[in-house]
């Protein structure tokens, strides 16, 4: 899996922290901060989420 995110597009709702916190944070501005683009295979779940719960669609999954 790896993963996008679009920091222009994040309205730092923190939403992909709270569904995984082993893959995203958010910097000085509450913007997203991915701590890694291609997350290990049992935060695949946990990213997911992150991506549907998303409101500004800011962050997305480039391939399986």
């Known amino acids: 899996m790896h993963i ?9 709702a ?3 922290v709270l569904a995984a916190p082993a893959v995203f944070d958010q910097d000085d501005d509450g913007l997203v901060a991915p ?7 049992g935060e695949q779940d ?3 989420q992150a991506v549907n719960v ?11």
């Open 4 to 12: 996008t995110a679009d920091r222009e597009r994040c309205v730092g």
């Open 14 to 16: 923190g939403q992909c």
């Open 35 to 41: 701590l890694t683009m291609d997350p290990e295979a």
């Open 46 to 48: 946990n990213v997911r």
């Open 54 to 64: 998303c409101p500004s669609s800011a962050i997305w999954i480039d391939k399986e």
